[in-house]
T-cell receptor
């Protein structure tokens, strides 16, 4: 059965800290992995990863895929209160499946 | 810059009542989706429409029906609401079916069934 597991489930840090969020997956015929940020409302797209070992970066956020370990990490450096959100990881479950299979998310809280 | 628009934003129903959640996208996307989000469960697919005129069941379709009215609009109907359908509902769309196509989400509907 296809599975996406995120850890930790929740995390509380102070402004300026660096955090690492984890996503592991078990899917038939892996093709891509996507990260989304969900604040109060709609999830918004952060990164799409398809190749192992290549880092995607956007400002203080970066992500990398490890196909050998079937996992990805999302790093946030110098955290700010605006980074407080649920971070979701998702993968297409199987060839031809018209869907994204989501993990339960990591809730990040950044304290001033 | 409307993107994906959902209505209503909030709704309270009594058990057994019916309602329709509306969704429209202005990005000319072919595929549209309805998800529900519950604490500890993540986003789960209810129904999707790969293209105008087609709909398919997702992971949790029981108790719901959908209509792809045209390319822009995809509605979700609860015929007889149950407390188990209390959730946050998200509509989403994307251009095609490829694995590397990202989803664009609406702002959600918070539904409570009493």
């Amino acid at each position: 059965e296809d599975k996406v597991v995120q850890s930790p489930l929740s995390l509380v840090v102070h402004e300026g800290d660096t955090v690492t969020l984890n996503c592991s997956y078990e899917v038939t015929n892996f093709r891509s992995l996507l990260w989304y940020k969900q604040e109060k409302k709609a999830p918004t797209f952060l990164f799409m990863l398809t190749s192992s070992g290549i880092e995607k970066k956007s400002g203080r956020l970066s992500s990398i895929l490890d196909k050998k370990e079937l996992s990805s990490i999302l790093n946030i450096t110098a955290t700010q209160t605006g980074d407080s959100a649920i971070y979701l990881c998702a993968v297409p479950p199987q060839t031809g499946a018209n869907n994204l299979f989501f993990g339960t998310g990591t809730r990040l809280t950044v304290i001033p | 810059n409307a993107g994906v628009t959902q209505t209503p934003k909030f709704q309270v129903l009594k058990t057994g009542q019916s309602m329709t959640l509306q969704c429209a996208q202005d990005m000319n996307h072919n595929s549209m989706y309805w998800y529900r989000q519950d604490p500890g469960m993540g986003l789960r697919l209810i129904y999707y429409s790969a293209s105008e005129g087609t709909t398919d069941k997702g992971e949790v379709p029981n108790g719901y029906n959908v209509s792809r009215l045209n390319k822009r609009e995809f509605s979700l109907r609860l015929e007889s609401a149950a407390p188990s359908q209390t959730s946050v509902y998200f509509c989403a769309s994307r251009q095609g079916l490829g694995a590397n196509e990202k989803l664009f989400f609406g702002s959600g509907t918070q539904l409570s069934v009493l």
